[in-house]
């Protein structure tokens, strides 16, 4: 079964803190993506992947660093965190290009900045 | 860029009553999927339908949507509410010749109540 697998599933850190948020997909996808979803914005696309090594940038990108290591595991890195991005992050695979595309999400991972 | 627009914020209906969310797009790529997601409460997107044909009605648990490319429109419809529909609804873009990017609309929450 399809499977992303995100960590931590909470995390409260302070200000200016260094926050990693871990992805990890075992369904053989290329493509990954992490979105931040808040009320009254929906998801937004912060960076996405399509291949260890690659990053593309998305719509929110600020004040986010990224980094696909492998074909499974996609990192999210906050290097100074801001109140600004206490939210709940998604991460999400897809086998995009085909007319059978899937796209799976992670459970999430709600971040505090206090 | 690419865009999603769909109904705004909230509606609610009563059960048995029909169903339909707007969501329209923007993008200059001639070939884009189509998706509609549902997200319950505490729980993350799951898909509920998608399309890449023109003109083709799709289905999926009684709610359905047709993908006009001459009016850049994915509607999603049913055609009776049920108590069980209450959730955010999401309308989505992937653009493969952007490497695959996903981009969400705004969201729509439906609240249906008997």
């Known amino acids: 079964e399809a499977a992303v697998t995100q960590s931590p599933r909470n995390k409260v850190t302070v200000t200016g803190g260094n926050v990693t948020l871990s992805c990890r997909q075992t369904?053989?996808?290329?493509?990954m993506y992490w979105y931040r979803q808040d009320t009254g914005h929906g998801l937004r696309l912060i960076h996405y992947?399509?291949?260890?090594?690659?990053?593309q940038i998305g719509d929110v990108p600020d004040g986010y660093k990224a980094t696909r290591t492998t074909q499974e595991d996609f990192f999210l890195l906050l290097e100074l965190a801001s109140p600004s991005q206490t939210s709940l992050y998604f991460c999400?695979?897809?086998?995009?290009?085909?007319?059978?595309?899937?796209?799976?999400f992670g459970k999430g991972t709600r971040l505090t900045v206090v | 860029g690419d865009s999603v627009t769909q109904t705004e914020g909230l509606v609610t209906l009563t059960e048995g009553l029909p169903v339909m969310l707007n969501c329209t797009y923007q993008?200059?790529?001639?070939?884009?999927?189509l998706f509609w997601y549902v997200q319950h409460l505490n729980e993350s997107p799951r898909l509920l339908l998608k399309?890449?044909?023109?003109?083709k009605r799709t289905e999926h648990q009684g709610f359905h949507a047709t993908l006009h490319k001459s009016s850049s429109s994915f509607h999603l419809q049913k055609s009776s509410a049920q108590l069980s529909d209450s959730a955010l609804y999401y309308c989505?873009?992937?653009?493969?010749?952007?490497?695959?990017?996903?981009?969400f609309g705004g969201g729509t929450r439906l609240t249906v109540r008997p």
């Open positions: 999400a695979s897809s086998d995009a290009g085909t007319e059978n595309t899937e796209v799976f």
């Open positions: 369904n053989s996808h290329n493509y």
């Open positions: 992947s399509y291949g260890a090594g690659n990053l």
């Open positions: 993008t200059i790529y001639s070939n884009p999927f």
């Open positions: 399309s890449f044909t023109d003109n």
């Open positions: 989505a873009l992937m653009n493969n010749n952007a490497g695959a990017k996903l981009t």
